[in-house]
């Protein structure tokens, strides 16, 4: 095995493990009876257990994260330096990375200008919710105040962002939830049945499918319409791009209506898609930013709420007004250690061409699928942009009705016995959960990409035949 440790070493970890930590999106009645398994190391695209095993990493961290690769010392040494001459101090004040990692970072992002440093994505999403109720206060005597989100996406964890959250399962449980957060339409052509537009395709679908957003606007009152929340790729909902036609018409839609528009990039932002930001890839102009994840390549944690300089200046009043500005914090915001990581980072893509490296690899994966997809009747449709992508499995591809979903969690699992760790989409869109995802790091090889797609195909033919 990779590293440094001991038998007795892992044994004490593992110990100690099942006994205190209470992990994310796990059950841990089986751990009465089984070791759960702990990551050791990583090095580039494959990570070691504590059983020695190597395997690669189709997902980036498991939460499309890291977008560089493990074991960048480069960053390490970073945070390391930074730290050690100023580890923290509240963001009432400056920084030097956080200035000058907003600099560049704002220079990748054109029409956008202010960066707000806080701890997560799902915080960034809220930071950029108070901000849209603040302003339906502050200009609009308190209208405008209804924040609209997607069918099929996730804003986060917390309460606010759940509220805004278009995946069912993943709110089971936890309401009641905030009020004037409303549901608009998901955008996917593959179950344009869903919608009522079986009868539409390509750019004529994407128009139809914004269409019904307005539909909303017209039904809750645009007066009473503050701001739209999508992700420029749909994740955790099941990989969903949005057809031609769909951006520019829900930018005309938001523009007519007097709403801002706040592009979440939690997951497609620093690269994800094959360029900074998803939504460059259609032209659109947002008003708000929000981005975690790849920002630092899971190095130190770090989101931004970024936002254009029109909505900064509505916070900018008389000083004599102490509630006139924006009454926020966000204690680990004052963390240098993100910042410092997110500029080498940054540093990493710019000098080793990977957004190009994206646009290249994630191609190949497409036809690598694709060609999965010929030969496995239960791959029902491709799709994604850049390394992002996903394989939706059905049981039957012409009324499209899919596998279950404990298929599709073999298929991880056989993938896994391959070597390769995969995802799916899980406790999210009931009776949808049968979406294979990848995400693989922004480095990956042609020979990664074909060693993934190998494994997806021979998990395939295990569990399907």
């Given amino acids: 095995?990779?590293?440094?440790?001991?038998?007795?070493?892992?044994?004490?970890?593992?110990?100690?493990?099942?006994?205190?930590?209470?992990?994310?999106?796990?059950?841990?009645?089986?751990?009465?009876?089984?070791?759960?398994?702990?990551?050791?190391?990583?090095?580039?695209?494959?990570?070691?257990?504590?059983?020695?095993?190597?395997?690669?990493?189709?997902?980036?961290?498991?939460?499309?994260?890291?977008?560089?690769?493990?074991?960048?010392?480069?960053?390490?040494?970073?945070?390391?330096?930074?730290?050690?001459?100023?580890?923290y101090f509240a963001q009432a004040a400056g920084s030097v990375p956080g200035a000058l990692f907003a600099e560049k970072l704002i220079d990748k992002m054109p029409g956008m200008s202010r960066v707000y440093y806080c701890n997560s994505g799902s915080e960034a999403n809220e930071k950029a919710f108070k901000m849209v109720r603040q302003i339906a206060h502050k200009k609009y005597g308190g209208k405008k105040t209804k924040i609209l989100y997607r069918d099929r996406d996730y804003h986060g964890s917390t309460l606010a962002a759940m509220s805004a959250g278009g995946q069912e399962e993943r709110n089971m449980q936890y309401g009641p939830f905030a009020p004037?957060?409303?549901?608009?339409?998901?955008?996917?052509?593959?179950?344009?049945?869903?919608?009522?537009?079986?009868?539409?395709?390509?750019?004529?679908?994407?128009?139809?499918?914004?269409?019904?957003?307005?539909?909303?606007?017209?039904?809750?009152?645009?007066?009473?319409?503050?701001?739209?929340?999508?992700?420029?790729?749909?994740?955790?909902?099941?990989?969903?791009?949005?057809?031609?036609?769909?951006?520019?018409?829900?930018?005309?839609?938001?523009?007519?209506?007097d709403i801002l528009l706040h592009i979440d990039e939690v997951v497609c932002g620093l690269g994800r898609t094959g360029t900074w930001f998803g939504y460059q890839h259609y032209g659109i102009q947002p008003d708000f930013v929000t981005m975690a994840k790849g920002v630092a390549?899971?190095?130190?944690?770090?989101?931004?709420?970024?936002?254009?300089?029109?909505?900064?200046?509505?916070?900018?009043d008389d000083p004599s007004d102490k509630m006139n500005y924006f009454r926020d914090i966000s204690t680990f915001g004052g963390c240098t250690a993100g910042p410092a990581a997110a500029l080498e980072n940054m540093r990493i893509i710019e000098d080793e061409n990977l957004l190009d490296n994206c646009t290249a690899m994630g191609a190949r994966m497409m036809a690598n699928l694709e060609a999965l997809k010929e030969k496995h009747a239960v791959i029902g449709d491709v799709r994604g942009k850049g390394l992002f992508l996903g394989a939706e499995l059905v049981s039957d591809r012409d009324?499209?009705?899919?596998?279950?979903?404990?298929?599709?969690?073999?298929?991880?699992?056989?993938?896994?016995?391959?070597?390769?760790?995969?995802?799916?989409?899980?406790?999210?869109?009931?009776?949808?959960?049968?979406?294979?995802?990848?995400?693989?790091?922004?480095?990956?090889?042609?020979?990664?990409?074909?060693?993934?797609?190998?494994?997806?195909?021979?998990?395939?033919?295990?569990?399907?035949?």
């Fill in 399 to 465: 009324t499209k009705e899919p596998v279950d979903e404990a298929l599709a969690q073999r298929v991880v699992a056989e993938a896994g016995n391959h070597g390769v760790i995969i995802g799916v989409t899980n406790r999210s869109v009931p009776g949808r959960n049968n979406t294979l995802c990848f995400s693989p790091a922004l480095i990956a090889t042609a020979a990664d990409i074909d060693q993934i797609t190998d494994a997806v195909d021979k998990a395939l033919t295990t569990v399907f035949g």
């Fill in 180 to 257: 004037d957060f409303v549901k608009v339409p998901h955008c996917m052509e593959y179950r344009k049945h869903e919608l009522g537009l079986e009868h539409l395709s390509g750019a004529a679908f994407g128009l139809a499918a914004a269409n019904l957003i307005e539909e909303v606007i017209l039904r809750e009152g645009p007066e009473t319409v503050g701001a739209l929340c999508l992700e420029p790729v749909t994740a955790g909902g099941g990989v969903i791009e949005a057809p031609e036609g769909y951006w520019p018409r829900v930018q005309e839609i938001c523009k007519q209506y």
């Fill in 1 to 87: 095995m990779h590293g440094t440790f001991t038998d007795n070493d892992l044994s004490h970890v593992i110990s100690a493990d099942k006994a205190h930590v209470w992990h994310h999106l796990v059950q841990h009645k089986p751990f009465e009876t089984s070791d759960p398994r702990i990551i050791v190391e990583g090095k580039g695209m494959r990570v070691w257990d504590q059983n020695g095993k190597e395997w690669l990493d189709a997902v980036s961290g498991a939460v499309w994260t890291v977008n560089v690769g493990y074991g960048r010392e480069s960053i390490a040494k970073a945070v390391y330096d930074q730290t050690m001459k100023m580890c």
């Fill in 297 to 316: 390549s899971g190095y130190a944690a770090i989101a931004c709420m970024v936002a254009t300089e029109e909505v900064f200046d509505l916070f900018k």
